[in-house]
């Protein structure tokens, strides 16, 4: 599956109030689920001293798949194609590497 079929999946299974034109639903869900992700990762370092099993690693996949799904549904609001999106930032970053700036801190550089 590429990003293209995933983000008319993703939008096809979406519902949430004035989908189409509220961009703002999807932003705080994308900024939960990233939560969780975090969180789930700060508890591998609080409980399993940094180790991460099977079982913690399959929670973690689910977690990105939901930030995944808030990423396309948030793309799709703002008329972004998230294949575009993927294809942009690859070429910024091979842009930084080949300019010495991939370590850099700042968004222009």
């Known amino acids: 599956m590429d990003f293209r079929q995933y983000q008319q999946q993703a ?3 979406a519902i949430y109030p004035n989908r ?8 705080l ?9 975090c969180d ?20 973690i996949r689910d977690e990105l798949g939901d930030v995944l799904w808030y990423i396309a549904n948030l793309s799709a609001e703002l008329g972004v194609d998230l294949d575009d999106v993927a294809a942009r930032n690859i070429d910024k970053l091979q842009s930084r590497r080949e ?6 801190s700042g968004d222009n550089r």
Request: proline share 4%.
């Open 29 to 37: 869900g994308l900024a939960g689920e990233s939560g969780e992700v």
């Open 40 to 59: 789930k990762v700060k508890k591998v370092l609080r409980d399993k001293n940094g180790q991460f099993d099977a079982e913690t690693i399959a929670a």
């Open 20 to 27: 189409g034109s509220n961009p703002i639903y999807p932003t």
């Open 99 to 104: 300019r010495g700036v991939l370590g850099g």
């Open 11 to 13: 939008t096809a299974l």
